[in-house]
C-alpha cells in the first residue's frame, strides 16, 4: 500500500453499526491486534492489552453492560482495550522490585499506551476489509466489566470496540475544518466562525433528525456561558447545540473509585 492508499484508508474512517453474520477468524483478529501492538508504547514498556470476545452469551452481556446497543450483540467480536500495568507488576516482582502505582502519571500513560495501540488496529481492521466501532459505554458498569472479563488488578479497560464485516457502506462523518484543530506555535481560540461552519455542516448531514430539541439561547445560560462564545449562532440544531447539551452533564462519576480499586492511587 502505497501513502497515497494509506492517506486515503485514514481518511475515510467511519464508525460501522450494523454487520454481517460473518466470523472473524483467529489469524485475522491476531494480525489486527498485532498491529496495535507494533503501534507507539512509552519506554517500550507495553501498557496496552486487547480482550477478545466472541462468545455469544458473553457479548450479550457486554452489551448490556454497554447500554443495550444492538451492534455489540450483532458483531460476531468484541475486543476490550485495556491500560494494564499488571504485566510490569509480574516482570518488577521476578527482579525484586516493586512497581509504583500511586501517582496519576503511572494510570494516564497506561491509558494512552492502549489508546494509541487501539486506534492502530482500527487502521489494520479497516485495511482489511472489517469495520469498527469504538464503545466508550464499556464505562458504564466498570466493575462488572472487570468481573466479567476477569481483569486482574493494575487492569482497566479504557474503551470497548466491535469488529466485524460491515453490512453495508456507511458515510463518513464530516470533521471540524483542519484550522479549528491545528494551530500554529500558539493556541488560538478565535474559532467562531469554524464552529458555526461546521454547525451548519453537521446539521445539513440530517444526523440529528429526530433528536432535535428547543433551542436553549446563551441568555438562558449561566453568567460563564453569556461570557464566552456569546457571538456563535443559536438558532439551528447542529453540532454545537448537540454536543453543548451532552457535556453539560456530568456522566461516569464513580470511575477514579474504579480506578482506585484496581490499585492506581491518582495522587
Given at each position: 500500500?502505497?501513502?497515497?492508499?494509506?492517506?486515503?484508508?485514514?481518511?475515510?474512517?467511519?464508525?460501522?453499526?450494523?454487520?454481517?453474520?460473518?466470523?472473524?477468524?483467529?489469524?485475522?483478529?491476531?494480525?489486527?491486534?498485532?498491529?496495535?501492538?507494533?503501534?507507539?508504547?512509552?519506554?517500550?514498556?507495553?501498557?496496552?492489552?486487547?480482550?477478545?470476545?466472541?462468545?455469544?452469551?458473553?457479548?450479550?452481556?457486554?452489551?448490556?453492560?454497554?447500554?443495550?446497543?444492538?451492534?455489540?450483540?450483532?458483531?460476531?467480536?468484541?475486543?476490550?482495550?485495556?491500560?494494564?500495568?499488571?504485566?510490569?507488576?509480574?516482570?518488577?516482582?521476578?527482579r525484586g522490585y516493586e512497581q509504583n502505582t500511586e501517582y496519576l502519571e503511572s494510570f494516564l500513560v497506561a491509558a494512552v499506551d492502549a489508546a494509541i495501540m487501539m486506534q492502530s488496529a482500527v487502521t489494520a481492521a479497516e485495511a482489511l476489509g472489517l469495520g469498527?466501532?469504538?464503545?466508550?459505554?464499556?464505562?458504564?458498569?466498570?466493575?462488572?466489566?472487570?468481573?466479567?472479563l476477569e481483569l486482574p488488578q493494575r487492569v482497566f479497560p479504557i474503551a470497548g470496540m466491535t469488529l466485524g464485516y460491515p453490512r453495508h457502506p456507511s458515510r463518513v462523518k464530516p470533521r471540524l475544518d483542519l484550522d479549528a484543530v491545528l494551530h500554529w506555535e500558539?493556541?488560538?481560540?478565535?474559532?467562531?466562525?469554524?464552529?458555526?461552519?461546521?454547525?451548519?455542516?453537521?446539521?445539513?448531514?440530517?444526523?440529528?433528525?429526530?433528536?432535535?430539541?428547543?433551542?436553549?439561547?446563551?441568555?438562558?445560560?449561566?453568567?460563564?456561558?453569556?461570557?464566552?462564545?456569546?457571538?456563535?449562532?443559536?438558532?439551528?440544531?447542529?453540532?454545537?447545540?448537540?454536543?453543548?447539551?451532552?457535556?453539560?452533564?456530568?456522566?461516569?462519576?464513580?470511575?477514579?473509585?474504579?480506578?482506585?480499586?484496581?490499585?492506581?492511587?491518582?495522587?
Amino acid at each position: 500500500m502505497n501513502s497515497t492508499a494509506i492517506l486515503d484508508l485514514l481518511h475515510s474512517h467511519r464508525s460501522i453499526r450494523k454487520y454481517k453474520p460473518d466470523l472473524v477468524d483467529d489469524e485475522t483478529i491476531r494480525r489486527v491486534v498485532a498491529a496495535g501492538q507494533s503501534a507507539a508504547t512509552s519506554s517500550n514498556l507495553q501498557m496496552g492489552t486487547a480482550v477478545v470476545v466472541r462468545n455469544r452469551d458473553r457479548r450479550w452481556e457486554l452489551a448490556r453492560l454497554c447500554g443495550d446497543q444492538e451492534h455489540i450483540r450483532e458483531a460476531p467480536v468484541f475486543i476490550a482495550w485495556c491500560a494494564d500495568r499488571s504485566r510490569l507488576d509480574r516482570a518488577s516482582l521476578s527482579r525484586g522490585y516493586e512497581q509504583n502505582t500511586e501517582y496519576l502519571e503511572s494510570f494516564l500513560v497506561a491509558a494512552v499506551d492502549a489508546a494509541i495501540m487501539m486506534q492502530s488496529a482500527v487502521t489494520a481492521a479497516e485495511a482489511l476489509g472489517l469495520g469498527t466501532c469504538y464503545i466508550g459505554a464499556i464505562r458504564n458498569d466498570p466493575v462488572a466489566v472487570i468481573e466479567l472479563l476477569e481483569l486482574p488488578q493494575r487492569v482497566f479497560p479504557i474503551a470497548g470496540m466491535t469488529l466485524g464485516y460491515p453490512r453495508h457502506p456507511s458515510r463518513v462523518k464530516p470533521r471540524l475544518d483542519l484550522d479549528a484543530v491545528l494551530h500554529w506555535e500558539r493556541y488560538d481560540p478565535a474559532d467562531h466562525e469554524l464552529l458555526e461552519q461546521y454547525d451548519r455542516v453537521m446539521a445539513d448531514t440530517g444526523i440529528y433528525r429526530g433528536r432535535e430539541q428547543p433551542l436553549r439561547s446563551v441568555a438562558q445560560g449561566n453568567d460563564r456561558n453569556r461570557d464566552a462564545d456569546a457571538s456563535i449562532a443559536t438558532d439551528l440544531y447542529g453540532w454545537i447545540e448537540h454536543s453543548a447539551r451532552r457535556i453539560a452533564e456530568p456522566k461516569r462519576t464513580r470511575l477514579s473509585e474504579v480506578i482506585r480499586r484496581q490499585g492506581f492511587d491518582l495522587k
